[in-house]
């Protein structure tokens, strides 16, 4: 990066900080020739270097599965060969999301080590939580879009692959040196779900995945005679990204006012044909039939088919369809050690374990039902051996389904944040 | 024979708690409101000096309370809302507090400990077992289609605003029902009495003698569960989850959940707070001329 490019980066970290008014960042940026466009600059708080990347948190790149990131190092990893320390062990996860006994129970009888679970609701709460140190964590779960983030915030620990050999002995190979983490220096991957459309074929006439958009099963008028029992995810990225793939619109990462402005109008005009229930519960209300079509996240349609159907029900009711790779949305998450941890072995042993072919099996087969990113999974066995039913074979992603070129929702720019966000808050007020 | 400084010193915990765990939060809120952002964590950075306050978030946020602008449709509907819940939960719970107050005699405790029985269950799970007695398959469906009362079974939770109203009455009616009940009980029979002495019949004496005496506690009751019915989110949520039934409190949670603009979030509380009190100047001046009216 040149001089001059140095120094309005200081100028919109001050502007960001609020150090400058707009004004006075107009001014500055003028000073060292910045004058066309400036604005504009400022309106999307982003620098343009020669390659034309945008920065996140701490002036980081933003990462895109076409534009991978090699993120900076804060510190070095632990040394090779040491001893794990003593417990208690503290893993930071959502919900339900990681299984007591095929993982915790196994994990704390290998090492003879306490293992301590707290949960979060959400990503943006667990950072908040992470950040002001209102928690001391050794391990937390983590999603794409916010590691740079985390790292610019100094929070994660590097990692020494030497801990962790079942990352190149089990994991996808697009997933071990993820765009988001060139080299998996601070994550590891953990588990895998496209998001699409699930539904009751048992109660919906229409093959929903055999028309020409499937998305437009939310705009069509046809739907309505299933108002009340339609749902849409309660998440902005999800929600407008869906409305965005409707109109053929695949940049999904957009901070284009236009383009959210017109995703906006068009998820709007879904409230009068179905009066969409806005939730994550899905998993449960497709089982209970309490909703019959629901964008879905791929893991919750096999959760809902192998924990939540009541009895009598047969999983086959549930369908699911998504767009493919390049056109419909996928995502993983992962596991990261804090920064502030004391014990980074045990750490790096908890990765390790997660990423087991057997534990990550059993925690997806009898738990949470997402797909890990181990590439012993493998849809026709798991149909052969009745783990999931036929219908939703589907479900399964393949190592070519995910990594480079396919769509995902990244980080954006704080700006871009806000537009995405009050777009929703817009949509969700009903006005 | 008491020194004069003994009974405002019972008011200092009172005072202590309100400045610690009231103004000092509230503070916080403003602070946030006027504040800026993490540049790396977008939390909020709480801004303590007046005289460095950022107004834009809370500027930009007046601008949606326009009318015909998204905050506008919310404030609108939330008030509604809360007017039908607020006008249901008295029409069940004055007579109810009426009865306990008035005529019951030997059933008096056993009444007033089944009136508390629900403070002993969180108002989260009173809601999650409402969404299950009127679930599509619940216990009222099946009742309803086994009495013949209905062929079909209604959808209760398809997103419809009766339902959020409904959940709000059946959320917030046991805390009004108590103090109204306090209030029913101070008054002093004897003038009820005279009221009977002089010819009216029990229709008028309650329209003419108890009804203007409990207005005081209808105002109080009425406060006591409308100023958080405006802030509910969990309700619209749990019943409904839909687009055209969400109250101002979910606008709130948007922002305050995540994301780079907890100023807005604080905005919207500080704004709601600003509404409510209005109606709390209008419960005040209502129970000052009352209490003028009442002693002379």
């Known amino acids: 990066m040149n001089n001059r490019d140095s120094r309005i980066e200081r100028i919109l970290n001050r502007f960001n900080r609020g150090d400058f008014s707009r004004r006075e960042a107009l001014r500055a940026l003028g000073a060292v020739g910045l004058v066309a466009g400036a604005g504009r600059l400022l309106d999307f708080q982003a620098i343009a270097d020669e390659a034309g990347k945008q920065t996140g948190p701490g002036g980081i790149a933003l990462s895109r599965p076409d534009k991978p990131v090699t ?52 990503m943006d709460q667990a950072i908040t939580r992470l950040a002001s140190g209102s928690v001391d964590m050794d391990a937390t779960n983590i999603v794409p879009d916010r590691v740079a983030q985390m790292v610019a915030g100094k929070l994660l620990a590097p990692l020494n692959h030497d801990y962790i050999p079942n990352l190149a002995k089990n994991i996808f190979k697009s997933l071990q040196n993820p765009f988001y983490d060139q080299g998996s220096q601070y994550t590891v991957p953990y588990n895998l779900y496209a998001t699409g459309i699930g539904w009751r074929n048992d109660k919906v006439k229409e093959d929903i995945a055999g028309l020409s958009n499937p998305w437009s099963v939310f705009w069509d008028d046809k739907t309505s ?63 209970e039939a309490t909703t019959w079509i629901h964008q879905s996240w791929s893991g919750d349609l096999l959760g809902a088919a192998l924990f939540y159907m009541p009895k009598g029900t047969d999983p086959s009711v549930l369908s699911f369809w998504w767009p493919g790779k390049g056109k419909g949305t996928t995502q993983n998450d992962a596991w990261a050690l804090l920064a502030s941890s004391k014990k980074p072995v045990l750490g790096h042993l908890w990765l390790n374990h997660l990423l087991d072919s057997e534990v990550a099996y059993n925690n997806f087969t009898g738990f949470t039902g997402y797909q890990p990113a181990q590439a012993s999974i493998n849809a026709d066995d798991l149909v052969k051996n009745q783990v999931i039913p036929a219908n939703l074979k589907n479900v399964i992603l393949t190592e070519d389904q995910v990594g480079a070129g396919s769509l995902q929702y990244c980080q954006l720019t704080p700006k871009g944040m806000a537009l995405w966000q009050n777009a929703y808050a817009r949509f969700s007020s009903g006005a | 024979m008491y020194p004069k400084w003994l009974w405002p010193v019972f008011a200092v915990p009172g005072v202590v708690w309100l400045i610690l765990l009231f103004l000092v939060p509230f503070y916080a809120v403003i602070g946030v409101a006027f504040g800026g952002i993490d540049p790396i964590f977008m939390n909020a950075v709480p801004s303590w000096n007046p005289a460095e306050w950022n107004y834009d978030s809370m500027l930009e946020t007046l601008k949606g309370f326009l009318p015909g602008n998204s905050y506008w449709t919310v404030l609108v509907r939330t008030t509604v809302y809360v007017a039908l819940a607020l006008t249901g939960s008295l029409l069940i719970g004055y007579p109810v507090a009426y009865y306990i107050s008035r005529h019951a005699k030997k059933t008096k405790s ?157 905005s919207l509380t500080l704004l709601l707070s600003g509404f409510l009190a209005v109606l709390m100047a209008y419960y005040m001046i209502t129970i000052a001329r009352t209490q003028k009216e009442m002693h002379g």
Not at chain 1, 74 to 103: C, L, R
Not at chain 1, 233 to 248: I, P
Not at chain 1, 254 to 271: G, N, R, S, W, Y
Not at chain 2, 239 to 251: A, C, D, I
């Open chain 1, 225 to 287: 005679a299933y108002k009340g029992y339609v749902g849409i995810l309660d998440d902005d990225r999800e929600s407008l990204g869906m409305a965005m793939l409707h109109a053929g619109e695949m940049d999904v990462n957009t901070e284009d006012p236009a383009v959210i402005e017109k995703a906006l109008a068009d998820l709007k005009m879904t409230v009068p044909i179905s009066n969409p229930k806005m939730n994550i519960t899905e998993y449960k209300d497709l089982a």
């Open chain 2, 110 to 266: 056993t009444l007033l400990a089944l009136l508390v029985l629900p403070f002993w269950v969180s108002y989260m799970m009173r809601m999650l077992a409402w969404v299950n007695l009127f679930s599509l398959n619940g216990y009222i469906n099946k009742f309803l289609i086994w009495s013949h009362l209905v062929t079909t079974p209604p959808d209760w939770l398809n997103g419809n605003p009766t339902s959020v109203v409904l959940g709000l009455i059946y959320g917030y009616v046991p805390y009004l029902i108590l103090p109204l009940l306090a209030a029913l009980d101070r008054i002093d029979r004897s003038v009820l009495e005279a009221a009977r002495d002089l010819g009216a019949s029990p229709a008028s004496a309650f329209y003419h003698v108890t009804l203007p005496l409990s207005k005081p506690g209808i105002l109080g009751a009425s406060v006591i569960i409308a100023l958080p019915m405006f802030g509910d989110y969990y309700t619209p949520n749990i019943v409904s989850s839909s687009p055209r039934t969400t109250m101002l409190g979910n606008q709130i949670d948007i922002y305050f959940h995540g994301g780079p603009q907890p100023a807005v979030g604080a």
């Open chain 1, 71 to 122: 993120l900076p190092l804060n510190g070095t990893p632990i040394k090779s060969g040491m001893e794990p320390e003593k417990g208690p062990f503290q893993i930071f996860n959502y919900q339900d999301y990681v299984d007591q006994k095929s993982v915790i129970d196994t994990f704390s009888k290998k090492y003879n080590v306490e293992v301590q679970l707290t949960t979060f609701d959400t």
